[in-house]
T-cell receptor, first 112, second 114 residues
């Protein structure tokens, strides 16, 4: 069975600081991995996805994530946080197109 | 394209009442799904469909019914609402074959059961 664990339900950073949101997965087959973002009172929007083409994946809004098979991780990073990055972030895994299994979510706060 | 639309945006029900949450997409996606979002639990899959006439259960199907008579529509029915079904409900759609494909989410329905 596949699963996702996001370490830290809440992360707080200062504006301009590095953003690091952690995601570890469990999968018996090569996984497809996603990061989604949810702004307050909105639906989810795709930030980036890993499809095995490249281990470093670049997404929208300056975010990127690195797939590390040896660590079963897919951490999300951004070099410099903006106030507009405050949102909830979800890591998700799927064995194929369709069915997504989500982590618990990490709420990112950005302090001025 | 309107993308994925959901109605209503908000709903309050009394215990035991029934209702249908509507979901529609205009992207000709084969795959559609319903999730519920509860604090600290992420999104959990309720039911999904890989095409018209085909549905299957997800992680938390109890208390919910679905049907898929057309490619565009995937309604979620609560037959007898319970306070435990208070949640935010999201519908999503994507292509299915090959992939992986991005899932497109609707804006959500916030449901309160008293």
């Amino acid at each position: 069975a596949q699963s996702v664990t996001q370490l830290g339900s809440h992360v707080s950073v200062s504006e301009g600081a590095l953003v690091l949101l952690r995601c570890n997965y469990s999968s018996s087959v090569p996984p497809y991995l996603f990061w989604y973002v949810q702004y307050p009172n909105q639906g989810l929007q795709l930030l980036l996805k890993y499809t095995s083409a490249a281990t470093l994946v670049k997404g929208i809004n300056g975010f990127e994530a690195e797939f590390k098979k040896s660590e079963t991780s897919f951490h999300l990073t951004k070099p410099s946080a903006h106030m507009s990055d405050a949102a909830e972030y979800f890591c998700a895994v799927t064995p194929q197109g369709g069915k997504l299994i989500f982590g618990q979510g990490t709420e990112l706060s950005v302090k001025p | 394209n309107a993308g994925v639309t959901q109605t209503p945006k908000f709903q309050v029900l009394k215990t035991g009442q029934s209702m249908t949450l509507q979901c529609a997409q205009d992207m000709n996606h084969e795959y559609m799904s319903w999730y519920r979002q509860d604090p600290g639990m992420g999104l959990r899959l309720i039911h999904y469909s890989v095409g018209a006439g085909i549905t299957d259960q997800g992680e938390v199907p109890n208390g919910y019914n679905v049907s898929r008579s057309t490619t565009e529509d995937f309604p979620l029915r609560l037959l007898s609402a319970a306070p435990s079904q208070t949640s935010v409900y999201f519908c999503a759609s994507s292509y299915n074959e090959g992939g992986p494909y991005e899932q497109y989410f609707g804006p959500g329905t916030r449901l309160t059961v008293t």
